[in-house]
């Protein structure tokens, strides 16, 4: 299963497969697998990565490779350089395969295009041509939405994937988001990765908070506090928009990254955002109340959360899985999640409040 | 439930489906193969991927004389070797002093009496009352004991929103009187909503996706009845024999009752059913039972004469390996009158499967092992291309694959590139390991899960249970019990099955599907 066999393709220096005419790309793919009669073609998805960083292409393609082990998809790869001076576009195919169970060949097709120059609505023409009919269309965008991200493109694509942590903008970002759904009348799900960087930190809580002591504290809490890498202050703050929404607590004041919150019972409560740039992207979520403290944290590296909750002096220890780091590793955790992704479009009010 | 999802708000939405609750679970029969190779891997992995609750405590109960430290290593150590997952030392070591182990006679009653005392100190040291989960997966002579123990020692009583559950292993019962003496007891102990009779073919991906295939596409229901489909055929075949000692449980029960009168009558009810008013518990299981129970049933020597075949495997070869006839096998009686093939003939007095016959056929010593679901749709009129070179090919045929290869393939008709008209079956073929790289969880993953979350759709309800042992039972009893009872045929190990089986599928112009 680790290992990747490139099949009847002679990789190019730059990893992207062989270099082949736009016109002649459905033809070379057909000769790809004529040439291997032992091997799968499969795909569940289209599965497209764009980027306006024509420098990642190569590494997106070892994305995809890594993403095809568990995702047998068309992974199309496009890159714009949109400040080359004259319109080209460049097209390499190539199959990423896998061993199934030690056993079958399963492989995945791989179109890459780099496309040059200025020529709006090349983007989503180059889209339209190339997707496998009756399959969705998975589309993360990396880095920041451009103007590229128009209605024409985003009608075509059923889950979007973005990393709102990359962001300059959180604001303008999220805007667009939310235009978007409303564009595509609620249909495309939206799935940001700074989300799903918090799931087992979300699973975990609600795990803790099973405990009767946990349960019983829950309306004494009086502080929480989330501890985060500066650049994952998205995550941090949809992580607390999470809390905040499922207690049922108002926000009364926001003062910087601090805030003070109010129960359903008229209870104050203080939640803070500390940034501690050597440890973990989210390395603590910590609850306080006067007979109860539950923690969650995670170092730098370690791919176990350490749970505790203690009552009464007495503490009870877990460990349990943690988020991915690397944004291929949370997509796939995406893919393998599916679903509408409707808590977190519940929790977006709530976060827009707190950013 | 309803109370306790108010009180923690955390456990909203995050997954679609109930959420497990936090409890002990108590093994008895913890020395045994199932626990080590199945059950604490099933809850390792499960801690894992997140899914299992903090807290959850694990008590080995069984009459060897060992330690917590001995059993722990002995779990350890298999849970290296046959953990799905693999091996994590930080989550085993968060996870093993969670586990301990309980020395008792499974008669004993202080040993019941030693164990509640056990749970009330865990509960007294956590400050809380906590959910209770007793598996029984000890062997089935002791499944009276534990559970009128259990009784006596007050810990199947629910406590203070607090659940006490039990799950219990196959075999449930040996027949229709064994089976409902026992749902008396269990019962007798534990209400029937806590209680959650196991059968983990039910567990499996593909059993669950059953459904799925048949509800939510809109191609298949509409053509799942009498008028399109000339019958269904449910083969369970193993190439193994009685490895490893198996002979002495297998040559007491028998094909038919070990894995038709639960697992490929599941299997059965799930394909027959009518779309359940809810995926609630009772709404799924109303309306297998309702299949099991419209079974026509061979009650006599001759009509079982006429539908059921049984078979011994003579000495054969199988993969190039020379491999001994049934009554020659390790533990096995030489004059053993129990079935190792079994083929029947089911059919369903029903509205939408009058006349439609349920092929049923499971055997060891096959050539190869395959579970799968064959639905085979009536040929088409043959008034166009019966000139046809060849003439009309044969139907179609829908392949639900359960193990191993996991998936669903289609049997269509295609026409052969050329001038002439000529046609060829071509199969359009879904594999999950192809689609789905992931690796599903094993069924007692699931099952375990399921029955956390007090979810019992995948486990087998009492009237289910019953009915199904009325079906076997009137078959066992014209076998047995019958002056003059239907034969026992043979066939050499490798092949598949007698002869006589295939005769009850070619006198209806019918054949057994190739695997």
């Not at chain 2, 059953?210 to 489909?229: D, G």
């Not at chain 2, 193993?238 to 639960?262: F, P, T, W």
Request: hydrophobic share 40%; with cysteine; charged share 25%.
């Amino acid at each position: 299963m680790e290992e990747a066999l490139a099949m009847g393709v002679e990789l190019s220096s730059a990893g992207l497969g062989r270099a082949v005419e736009v016109a002649a790309i459905d033809g070379e793919l057909k000769k790809l697998w004529e040439a291997d009669d032992a091997s799968t073609n499969a795909s569940l998805m289209n599965f497209l990565i764009y980027t306006e960083d024509p420098s990642q292409l190569t590494a997106n393609s070892e994305t995809i490779l890594s993403l095809t082990q568990e995702n047998a998809c068309r992974a199309l790869l496009i890159a714009m350089d949109r400040e080359a001076p004259e319109p080209s576009i460049e097209a390499y195919i190539t199959a990423h395969c896998h061993l199934a169970h030690g056993k079958k060949s399963i492989c995945s097709e791989q179109v890459s295009f780099l496309l040059k120059g200025k020529s709006l609505g090349r983007l989503r023409n180059t889209v339209f041509a190339h997707l496998n009919s009756d399959l969705p269309l998975v589309f993360w965008w990396q880095n920041e939405l451009s103007d590229l991200f128009e209605e024409g493109l985003y009608r075509l694509v059923d889950r979007l994937i973005f990393d709102s942590s990359t962001w300059a903008d959180p604001t303008a970002g999220f805007e667009r988001i939310v235009a978007a759904r409303e564009d595509t009348g609620q249909s495309m799900i939206t799935q940001d990765l700074s989300w799903t960087r918090s799931y087992f930190f979300r699973l975990a809580t609600a795990g803790l908070f099973d405990d009767p002591a946990a349960k019983k504290s829950f309306s004494a809490i009086n502080k929480v506090k989330i501890v985060a890498q500066k650049e994952q202050r998205t995550a941090a703050l949809l992580l607390l928009a999470w809390v905040v929404e499922l207690s049922g607590w108002k926000l009364l004041l926001k003062n910087g990254d601090s805030f003070e919150l109010s129960s359903a019972e008229g209870n104050l409560i203080e939640a803070s955002i500390e940034w501690n740039e050597d440890g973990a992207p989210l390395s603590e979520l910590s609850f306080f109340s006067p007979d109860c403290e539950i923690k969650i944290t995670r170092e730098r590296g370690n791919p176990h959360l350490c749970q505790s909750l203690c009552t009464d002096g007495h503490c009870l220890y877990f460990s349990g899985p943690a988020d991915a780091d690397a944004p291929a590793d949370l997509v796939a955790s995406q893919l393998s999640r599916g679903g509408k992704n409707s808590l977190f479009l519940r929790v977006l009010p709530q976060f827009f409040e707190l950013l | 439930m309803a109370e306790r999802s108010v009180s923690n708000p955390f456990r909203e939405d995050l997954v679609s489906r109930n959420r497990p609750d936090a409890c002990t679970v108590v093994i008895f029969g913890a020395t045994g193969d199932l626990t080590h190779r199945k059950l604490v891997p099933a809850l390792y992995n499960l801690a894992v991927d997140g899914e299992l609750p903090p807290g959850v405590q694990i008590i080995g109960f069984a009459r060897r004389d060992w330690t917590d430290e001995f059993f722990r290593e002995g779990l350890e150590k298999l849970n290296r070797k046959v953990s799905r997952t693999g091996h994590d030392e930080e989550l085993w070591n968060s996870l093993a002093p969670n586990i301990s182990y309980h020395q008792s006679e499974f008669q004993d009653e202080d040993g019941y009496a030693s164990l509640a005392a056990k749970l009330d100190a865990a509960d007294e040291e956590r400050g809380a009352k906590g959910n209770r989960l007793f598996y029984i997966a000890s062997a089935p002579e002791y499944f009276d004991d534990i559970l009128l123990h259990l009784k006596k020692a007050g810990l199947s009583e629910e406590r203070e929103g607090c659940w006490s559950r039990v799950i219990v292993e196959k075999p449930f019962g040996t027949t229709l009187a064994t089976a409902q003496h026992l749902n008396q007891v269990v019962n007798g102990t534990f209400e029937e909503k806590d209680t959650y009779r196991i059968d983990h073919y039910l567990g499996k991906e593909t059993a669950q996706n059953i459904m799925v295939l048949r509800f939510a596409n809109a191609i298949f229901e509409p053509l799942w009845n009498k008028q399109y489909i000339d019958h269904i055929q449910i083969t369970c075949a193993e190439h193994l024999g009685m490895e490893g000692g198996r002979g002495a449980y297998y040559d007491g029960a028998g094909a038919l009752r070990d894995m038709v009168q639960n697992h490929l009558l599941q299997l059965l009810s799930l394909v027959a059913m009518e779309p359940p008013t809810d995926l609630s518990a009772d709404g799924v299981r109303d309306e297998k039972v309702k299949v099991i129970r419209s079974l026509r049933q061979w009650d006599t020597p001759e009509l079982v004469k006429e539908n059921v075949v049984r078979a011994q495997y003579l000495s054969g070869n199988i993969n190039g390996n020379e491999v001994p006839g049934y009554r020659e096998e390790d533990r096995v009686n030489p004059e053993s009158e129990t079935e190792a093939y079994v083929a029947l003939r089911c059919m369903i007095d029903t509205w939408r499967w009058s006349g439609v016959p349920f092929y049923v056929r499971v055997g060891k010593r096959l050539p190869k092992k395959a579970t799968e679901i064959s639905v085979h749709f009536k040929e088409t009129p043959s008034v166009l291309f019966n000139a046809a070179p060849g003439g009309v090919p044969d139907g179609n045929v829908l392949v639900i694959r359960i193990q191993p290869d996991e998936g669903i393939s289609l049997r269509m008709n295609s026409k052969l590139p050329g001038t002439s008209l000529r046609m060829e079956p071509v199969k359009m073929d879904f594999h999950y390991a192809s689609s789905f790289g992931k690796s599903s969880p094993e069924a007692y993953e699931r099952l375990l899960l399921d029955c956390m979350a007090g979810d019992a759709t995948l486990f087998a309800r009492r009237d289910e249970v019953e009915e199904a042992w009325r079906f076997v039972d009137n078959i066992e009893r014209a076998w047995h019990e019958s002056e003059n009872p239907p034969p026992m045929a043979e066939f050499p190990a490798g092949g598949w099955g007698p002869t006589e089986a295939d005769e009850m599928l070619s006198g209806e112009g019918r054949k057994w599907r190739r695997l």
